[in-house]
């Protein structure tokens, strides 16, 4: 594959097995307003007595149908101390962006304490969960951006994930494998030119949970 140290994982006299994640091996993920398309590539070297030594080159893509939405949270609020501030959230479809206390992900802020106080540096923890679904979808984030308004496109912006990968180096994702209608990760909370009161946005796919 483009990743070299991604092997073979089973062949015989007619076939060959490769494996690969999704997000690995150097695959990489494009979309359209329909589609997720996962691309890479296999490599074959190998020697024909007739011809001699081959370079070859597959070409191959994944592609999986999916539902979109975005997801809008007034999420946070840098303070210097303890102290409330009212706020809101907004979210569409079936989808659902909440924030969490800690890492155990067991008690969400309810919708009247957003945007919620943190301290500089201070991890945020979100899920963003799928609701009332047919069993076989599962979330799926395809982008997550702060910046200082509701509008998503606004800026300035600082981008934590991009293509359903981290682009920030504090962000981290976690294995919802017991949730799989639910996708979770942190990031550490960051003021915008100065501004303190930061908006997150997030694209979030509904896809076939096989597919995550």
Known sequence: LRDRSCRVSHYNDTHIIITTPLNNCGTTLSDTRTTLIYINNVYADYTNRQIGALNNRFDFSCRYPFMRSNLTLKAYWIIEKSGQADGERSSEYSFEMRLFHDQRYLH?????????????????????????????????????????????????????????????????????????????????????DGNKAVYLHCDVAAVFCDMK
């Open 108 to 192: 969400h802020y309810k919708e009247d304490e957003y945007p919620i106080d943190v301290l500089m540096k201070e991890r945020v923890f979100v899920s963003v969960n799928l609701k009332e679904s047919a069993d076989e979808l599962c979330s799926k984030l395809a982008n997550c951006t702060l910046n200082l308004s509701p509008d998503k496109v606004a800026t300035p912006q600082h981008p934590l994930i991009r293509n359903g990968l981290p682009v920030d180096e504090n962000v981290e994702l976690y294995n919802t494998t017991e949730t799989p209608h639910e996708t979770r990760f942190s990031f550490l909370a960051t003021p915008l």
